[in-house]
């Protein structure tokens, strides 16, 4: 997970993740099939969008410790769009999950074109 500052649009960052998952292999199939790169946007600032192909913050966010887990670390007082809990509270509320695990990695900063 990294986190960018920008001023593109949630469209535009869509459009950048869709090419970055096909520059990677990935073609249309199963919505929860395999996939080489899978590229979300989880929150863009204290937008929200609810549009059919862009939900902005991630629909399933609140519900999901692979995701929560390493945003509570790089933003733990996080506040999502109309939720009055942080990010590590969130975190707190589900259970443990024992296939979740920090690995090393490091960041790679990709030109928007």
Do not use: N
Not at 29 to 37: A, F, T
Not at 64 to 69: G, S, Y
Not at 105 to 110: D, F, N
Request: hydrophobic share 40%; charged share 30%.
């Amino acid at each position: 997970m990294i986190e960018v500052v920008t001023e593109r649009s949630a469209r535009d960052l869509l459009q950048l993740a869709k090419a970055l998952e096909a520059r990677a292999g990935r073609r249309p199939g199963s919505r929860w099939g395999p996939r080489p790169l899978d590229v979300d946007l989880l929150v863009l600032g204290d937008e929200t969008i609810a549009e059919p192909d862009l939900r902005v913050p991630h629909p399933e966010i609140a519900h999901r410790a692979f995701v929560l887990r390493p945003l509570a670390d790089l933003a733990p007082t996080l506040r999502l769009p109309g939720d009055e809990e942080t990010v590590s509270d969130l975190l707190s509320r589900l259970p443990d999950d024992p296939g979740i695990r920090r690995v090393a990695w490091s960041a790679v900063l990709v030109s928007p074109r």
